[in-house]
T-cell receptor, first 119, second 112 residues
Framework: GAVVSQHPSRVICKSGTSVKIECRSLDFQATTMFWYRQFPKQSLMLMATSNEGSKATYEQGVEKDKFLINHASLTLSTLTVTSAHPEDSSFYIC???????????????FGPGTRLTVL | GENVEQHPSTLSVQEGDSAVIKCTYSDSASNYFPWYKQELGKRPQLIIDIRSNVGEKKDQRIAVTLNKTAKHFSLHITETQPEDSAVYFCAASTGGGNKLTFGTGTQLKVEL
């Protein structure tokens, strides 16, 4: 259990186009999902927290109008990179929070990532 | 906000030796400290975690220690094997399901 998928796994696009990345929790409901970005040989940096049915919370320095997040259902969050440019090329990874039972802890599960290359 | 520092950035050990990676955090409210192993182009894989109500946790060849007073925690891998070669990240958060602040990563290379 606790599987998170992302689609697409890899995308190449031209500069100026928009790209949508989907993050799905396949076997549990996730009211909260997180979007991270990872540049080559660097760490994962949190971009935003996606909350089902409400606006996302963006980290400082992340442009909310450029990185549009929609969490329209309990199993799906989408990240749209608008007017993508070469500097947006990166590995985008989502994670989903699974709420714990009474005697356990909340857990976070990562998707496989999406490699975005902007030409 | 939380800041997590990680050392060393690269670590080479001989097969069978031990490896130790250290992290420090800044936010005293952080109470959950996971360690992830990431292979090139793959998702981070949780290998062990520790919560602030314990000082040490062990799972076979892997152990994690936590010093809340000093705000640092360490990953210990014993009897290293070539398949342990990867990038390791520490992280901190205020709960297992909350946003994670990652360390800068350690490239571990286990040589034959």
């Amino acid at each position: 259990g606790a599987v998170v998928s992302q689609h697409p796994s890899r995308v190449i696009c031209k500069s100026g186009t928009s790209v949508k990345i989907e993050c799905r929790s396949l076997d549990f409901q996730a009211t909260t999902m997180f979007w991270y970005r990872q540049f080559p040989k660097q760490s994962l940096m949190l971009m935003a927290t996606s909350n089902e049915g409400s606006k996302a919370t963006y980290e400082q320095g992340v442009e909310k109008d450029k990185f549009l997040i929609n969490h329209a259902s309990l199993t799906l969050s989408t990240l749209t990179v608008t007017s993508a440019h070469p500097e947006d090329s990166s590995f985008y990874i989502c994670s989903a929070r699974r709420l714990a039972g009474v005697s356990s802890y909340n857990e976070q599960f990562f998707g496989p990532g999406t490699r975005l290359t902007v030409l | 906000g939380e800041n997590v520092e990680q050392h060393p950035s690269t670590l080479s050990v001989q097969e069978g030796d031990s490896a130790v990676i250290k992290c420090t955090y800044s936010d005293s409210a952080s109470n959950y400290f996971p360690w992830y192993k990431q292979e090139l182009g793959k998702r981070p894989q949780l290998i062990i975690d520790i919560r602030s109500n314990v000082g040490e946790k062990k799972d076979q060849r892997i152990a994690v220690t936590l010093n809340k007073t000093a705000k640092h925690f360490s990953l210990h891998i014993t009897e290293t094997q070539p398949e342990d070669s990867a990038v390791y990240f520490c992280a901190a958060s205020t709960g297992g399901g909350n946003k994670l602040t990652f360390g800068t990563g350690t490239q571990l290379k286990v040589e034959l």
